[in-house]
Every structure is written in structure tokens, then in C-alpha cells.
């Protein structure tokens, strides 16, 4: 395989990968009846006159499966943090406990859970097209290399070697969404 074919392969691996560790950060939001600080990722908070991660803000541990403490650098700020969560509209009711948030998961319901389940399906078929993308895109860069002078054999192993790769991460797309519904579902 030639430097150039050699290297959309690269690329497309690479951007594929991208891909994958996008819906791994996309699954920590999604709750599955635990608490875990990836929970609260995603929430901006008023932070001296900035909009500033909450990660930023406080320490966020999780003592058991059922709570989640949010401890903030600066004890001023402990207002604005809840009024972020709340903002955030996660289902969560902080309360302050002077210099510590305190928030009770509750249980998942079946109703909830399969709510879950179905925006886990949801963010698995974006990724899905991702991917898509991504093979299209090297497709594209396969035939231009054609176009250029690469031989015609080189091009179509090329092109093989690209739907090898869709088909790898594809199915490592299906795992990680086996695996994060079970854990939804599981009470």
C-alpha cells in the first residue's frame, strides 16, 4: 500500500477512535441507577463573572452508590453551584449542608430506566453515523488517489481495508452499548 493510502487509512482510524471515546464521555452522563460524578459533567457554573465547569469549581465525589457530594474550592460560591444544578434540570435537589452539597440519587424507575435506554440507542445511532461519515469521507480520499495515479488494485484495498475498519469499530459502538444497557437495567 502506498504512503498516501497508508495514510487516509490512519486518518480514518483516528477519527473513528474520536468517534468511540466521544460516546464513552456521552454514556458517563447517561445515569444507570448508580451515582457517579460524571453525573454533573456537562454543568456550567456562574464563576466570578464566567461561565466555568463545575469540575472546575468543586471537588464531586461519591461516598455511596445513592449520593453524590459536591465540595466547592471556594465556599462563597456554594449558592451558584446549586443554582447550576438546578439549572441543569437533572432531576437533582442539592442541599446545602454549609460547606458541602449533598444530592440523593434516587432509585431508578422501569419507566425511567427504559427512558435511559432508549437516549443511550439514541446517542449509539449518532455515533453510528459518525463512523458513517468518517468512511465516506476515506472513501472519497481513496477514489481522489485513483484519480491521481494509484493503481487500481491499491485503491480497492484501500477501500476494503476501510469498510475492515467501519465494521471493527461498528461492533465496538454495539459492545459498548450492550454493556451500558445492562447496566441501566440492571436494579
Do not use: C, W
Amino acid at each position: 500500500m502506498t504512503d498516501d493510502a497508508q495514510f487516509v487509512l490512519e486518518e480514518a482510524e483516528e477519527n473513528m477512535g474520536h468517534s468511540i471515546r466521544h460516546l464513552e464521555k456521552e454514556f458517563q452522563k447517561i445515569r444507570a441507577g448508580k451515582a457517579s460524578p460524571g453525573m454533573l459533567s456537562g454543568i456550567r457554573v456562574e464563576y466570578y463573572g464566567t461561565q466555568t465547569p463545575i469540575e472546575q469549581t468543586a471537588n464531586i465525589n461519591t461516598p455511596d452508590p445513592h449520593s453524590i457530594v459536591v465540595q466547592p474550592f471556594d465556599k462563597s460560591t456554594i449558592h451558584d453551584i446549586k443554582k447550576a444544578i438546578m439549572n441543569a434540570n437533572l432531576g437533582f435537589n442539592p442541599m446545602d449542608e454549609g460547606d458541602i452539597l449533598r444530592i440523593n440519587v434516587p432509585p431508578l424507575t422501569e419507566e425511567r430506566r427504559l427512558d435511559l435506554v432508549k437516549k443511550a440507542k439514541q446517542v449509539t445511532e449518532d455515533t453510528k453515523v459518525a463512523i458513517r461519515n468518517v468512511r465516506r469521507s476515506a472513501n472519497d480520499d481513496a477514489k481522489k488517489l485513483e484519480k491521481e495515479g494509484v493503481p487500481e488494485d491499491d485503491v480497492k484495498r484501500l477501500l476494503d481495508e476501510i469498510q475492515k475498519l467501519t465494521d471493527k469499530y461498528t461492533g465496538k459502538i454495539e459492545a459498548l452499548l450492550e454493556a451500558k444497557e445492562k447496566d441501566i437495567m440492571t436494579i
